[in-house]
């Protein structure tokens, strides 16, 4: 007996139960078959969005002119402008400040914001954790560098919480891992 002679006969034979179990077989291999697309889907979607944020950060961070002042600043002039500022900030608050000082306080915890929206997101899955370390691992090393003490102290104590989390800072103290 050949195979097409044997299925006919088996398919003659079969109840309305064999039928029923065929159909939710069917039914069942549908249904995973749906499933499985649509995380396909889902998680195509998820890597576009991560990376039309990434495109956001870099243009937001690296292209935008008000951001390039304050990372010059942050890099070139911190030892003599900027941290002395943020020490005498975190002592007191209520210290007469110049324009430009207000206007680099200012800046910094508009760039600070960022940090803490960008960690946010990451936090919130819509960029990845090592899309974040490429975009952001230079400026998290020099924070993390002795000599921006008084940068990891401002951080902590005007409570950037994901910031202060991200670099192990308390009250410029930085914890190793």
């Not at 995380?39 to 495109?55: E, F, G, P």
């Not at 935008?64 to 070139?76: G, H």
């Not at 997101?121 to 400026?139: C, P, T, V």
Request: proline share 3%; hydrophobic share 45%.
């Amino acid at each position: 007996m050949s195979f097409r002679n044997y299925a006919f006969c088996v398919l003659t034979h079969w109840t309305a139960a064999d039928s029923q179990a065929l159909a939710y077989l069917i039914l069942a291999a549908a249904a995973v078959t749906a499933g499985v697309w649509s995380l396909i889907n889902y998680k195509s979607a998820q890597r576009s969005r991560s990376a039309d944020w990434t495109n956001t950060l870099i243009r937001d961070f690296y292209l935008d002119e008000r951001v390039k002042k304050l990372r010059e600043d942050l890099e070139y002039s911190f030892v003599t402008r900027v941290g002395p500022l943020l020490d005498q900030r975190i002592t007191d608050k209520s210290i007469p400040l110049t324009d430009p000082e207000m206007e680099l306080l200012a800046n910094l915890d508009t760039l600070l914001n960022y940090f803490e929206m960008v960690l946010y997101l990451r936090e919130e899955h819509r960029i990845a954790k090592n899309d974040w370390r490429a975009l952001f691992s230079y400026w998290l090393r020099l924070i993390s560098d002795p000599a921006h003490a008084p940068l990891r102290r401002y951080i902590s104590h005007f409570g950037f919480r994901l910031l202060t989390r991200e670099i192990g800072a308390t009250d410029g103290v930085q914890v190793t891992a």
